[in-house]
């Protein structure tokens, strides 16, 4: 009988292979800690949470998390250890449960009540617990004449570009240094027109790996070359092709819908894929006697779902940056700026996208951007965006969504590609996009079907 991802057997699974292809993702290691635990597995469970403290020394909760997994089992000199560090760190909140049945072999040290002691201090001495969100100063990008002039690097960059007969691709989502020397900036769906459409001999794709790839599957013909080969991406890891392939088998009927973030194997399982941009479109296309499978974003695929009023099957996948924005965060900042209307990434939670005055694409964004006749705008997306919409539209002040810790949101993937890679690759020409023959021209299918709707 095939596995569901209701069946706690197959989300271990399912979670074991992205942690594979993504060791440092936080989120999937607090979900699986948790299934081992559930699963009266706790020697896996406390595997977890020592990595989620070895990822995050200064989680007070993880510190917490990690004292209950050694007492359970029977590790109490170590239980005992790290709940005293969680309490220095501030463990101190609601949560906190003196009888926590967690802790219970811990009771009968002398140092345990020592510790409530040294709690109920902290507590009394203290008139409020941690806020919900910090404070900081919010991330602003008030309008500006003149771009900043190129430093010698980019002129470099640019000369390099010129001998190599190569042209830039950068994402959105890139640092403005990058997005000044590119030829193109854009969103996935716009860089896959022009990665197609490119004439040049060389590709130089400032993104991250996904997109390079996507380059590669509609211009074999050309040298793609990404800055950094290790600029990998959280949501195309949570969907490996050979789960995919898995679920197609014991689910043949299927239609599967791929968001082009998502890997050359995935891409080749599909029927067709969609950007941010499109895929309300697409999935209208989608026959309405096909039952839909969409891949990999369940936050993106339960907007369209909403926009569309198609049902689907949402894998459980979603960007790690994305989900990073709390409605708390974004209240706060709505307070600071009562005139600034809120756009919203589809990627975003739905608890979010429904505080947004506009849900959209990073490219709708800068329509949106223009058209609105506010002067001051938040957007809640990755902070690269607030370069392009400053370039697009500099007459308008731009704000970044914050999230609980942070004025803004970085991608740590997007951000791993820097000037001087850029320079690095254009001179060496090392960094190229290579998949096989097979995988290529089998993903170029969905991928042209995409191309194709999208013009109708």
């Not at 560090?85 to 926590?100: C, F, P, Q, S, T």
């Not at 860089?191 to 400032?206: G, M, N």
């Not at 991250?208 to 013909?221: C, D, L, R, S, Y």
């Not at 914050?402 to 060496?428: G, H, Q, S, W, Y």
Request: hydrophobic share 40%; aromatic share 8%; glycine share 4%.
């Amino acid at each position: 009988m095939a596995r569901t991802k209701e069946d706690p057997e197959w989300e271990i699974g399912f979670f074991e292979s992205v942690l594979k292809r993504a060791p440092r993702y936080i989120d999937v290691i607090a979900i699986l800690g948790g299934l081992y635990t559930k699963t009266g597995r706790l020697d896996g469970g406390l595997r977890m949470e020592r990595r989620m403290v070895r990822l995050c020394p200064r989680d007070a909760t993880a510190h917490y998390n990690l004292a209950c997994l050694l007492a359970l089992t029977d590790r109490r000199a170590g239980a005992m250890k790290t709940l005293r560090h969680a309490i220095e760190l501030g463990y101190i909140d609601h949560d906190w449960r003196e009888n926590d049945p967690d802790l219970a072999t811990l009771h009968d040290y002398p140092e345990f009540q020592d510790m409530i002691n040294l709690l109920k201090v902290i507590l009394s001495s203290r008139p409020f617990i941690m806020p919900a969100v910090l404070d900081y100063d919010p991330l602003i990008l008030a309008p500006r004449s003149f771009p900043p002039e190129f430093t010698a690097i980019q002129h470099e960059i640019l000369a390099l570009k010129k001998e190599r007969n190569a042209v830039i691709l950068a994402h959105n989502y890139q640092i403005e240094s990058i997005q000044q020397v590119a030829d193109y900036v854009g969103d996935s769906l716009g860089l896959s027109y022009q990665a197609q459409a490119a004439e040049a001999d060389v590709i130089l794709f400032c993104g991250v790996h996904f997109m390079a790839e996507t380059a590669k599957i509609v211009n074999p013909g050309r040298t793609v070359l990404l800055p950094d080969m290790d600029a990998g991406c959280s949501l195309s890891d949570s969907c490996p092709a050979d789960r995919l392939a898995a679920y197609k088998t014991a689910h043949p009927e299927v239609y599967v819908v791929a968001y082009i973030n998502c890997s050359a194997g995935v891409k080749a399982l599909a029927d067709v894929i969609c950007t941010s941009g499109n895929a309300n479109k697409i999935v209208e296309r989608v026959p309405a006697d096909r039952e839909i499978l969409f891949v990999p974003d369940q936050n993106l695929g339960q907007w369209v779902s909403q926009q569309t009023g198609r049902p689907m099957k949402l894998w459980p996948g979603s960007c790690y940056a994305h989900v990073q924005f709390t409605t708390a965060a974004i209240e706060k900042i709505r307070l600071q700026f009562p005139d600034a209307p809120v756009v919203a990434h589809p990627e975003c939670v739905q608890a979010v996208r429904d505080l947004a005055d506009e849900v959209c694409s990073t490219e709708l964004m800068v329509k949106f951007a223009r058209e609105s006749p506010a002067e001051r705008i938040i957007v809640v997306t990755e902070s690269g965006m607030l370069h392009r919409l400053q370039k697009d539209v500099p007459h308008k002040t731009f704000i970044a969504g914050p999230t609980n810790t942070c004025a803004c949101n970085d991608c740590r993937f997007m951000k791993m590609n820097t000037i001087e890679k850029v320079r690095d690759a254009l001179k060496t020409l090392s960094s190229a996009i290579e998949m096989a023959a097979d995988v290529r021209t089998a993903a170029l299918a969905p991928i042209q079907r995409m191309l194709d709707w999208s013009k109708l």
